[in-house]
């Protein structure tokens, strides 16, 4: 039987309904909290393991030493995901606003890259690791992403991009909320803010 994502987030309640302020600053009425999917080792291991499946099949060969996730959504993802990938896994985090490599973690100038992280919306997280990647001097192969929930469907990282699911999820600007002209104030379950 092939591989559900959407069925373990909905069993682990990730897919959430409410007024939801996301860490690009857009709001939504609905919100998937992969934190509460990640959180059972079996979804995670599975999830990990479908993604390296997806990103090896659209690299066509084994191009990756090294993968990378934003901190914090892209931790667990995309250290599973290394596992399956049988490469190291590390973290960036914020440093005054900037992504920044830390606790340690170095890339090699020409190490080859996948970039990881749970939930896309506007890709400026991870195009904020591939930024920090590319000078670092490292060759980044691919993006890849538990759930995709950007408005295009284009190749907006202009390299190879894979998702478990794709999940059509309107997004507005904070001055064209409908949930905010009719009085409702929105959560920020996001890392971000």
Request: aromatic residues 6%; negative net charge.
């Amino acid at each position: 039987m092939p591989y559900d994502p959407l069925h373990d987030l909905k069993a682990a309640g990730a897919v959430q309904e409410g007024h939801f302020l996301l860490s690009s600053g857009l709001h939504s009425n609905r919100y998937v909290q992969c934190a509460l999917f990640l959180q059972y080792p079996e979804y995670a291991e599975r999830a990990g393991r479908a993604l390296a499946e997806r990103l090896f099949a659209k690299l066509h060969h084994p191009a990756v030493q090294c993968v990378v996730s934003p901190a914090i959504g892209g931790l667990i993802i995309g250290h599973e995901t290394a596992r399956a990938l049988d490469v190291r896994a590390v973290f960036a985090e914020r440093r005054e606003g900037r992504m920044a490599l830390r606790r340690g973690f170095a890339i090699q100038p020409g190490e080859r890259v996948v970039v990881v992280e749970d939930v896309v919306t506007t890709g400026k997280s991870s195009l904020e690791v591939v930024e920090l990647l590319e000078g670092l001097g490292a060759e980044i192969v691919g993006l890849g992403c538990i759930v995709d929930r950007r408005e295009t469907r284009g190749d907006d990282f202009g390299r190879p991009f894979v998702s478990l699911t794709r999940l059509d999820i309107e997004n507005w600007r904070a001055e064209e909320c409908p949930l905010c002209r009719a009085g409702d104030n929105p959560t920020s379950p996001g890392s971000r803010r």
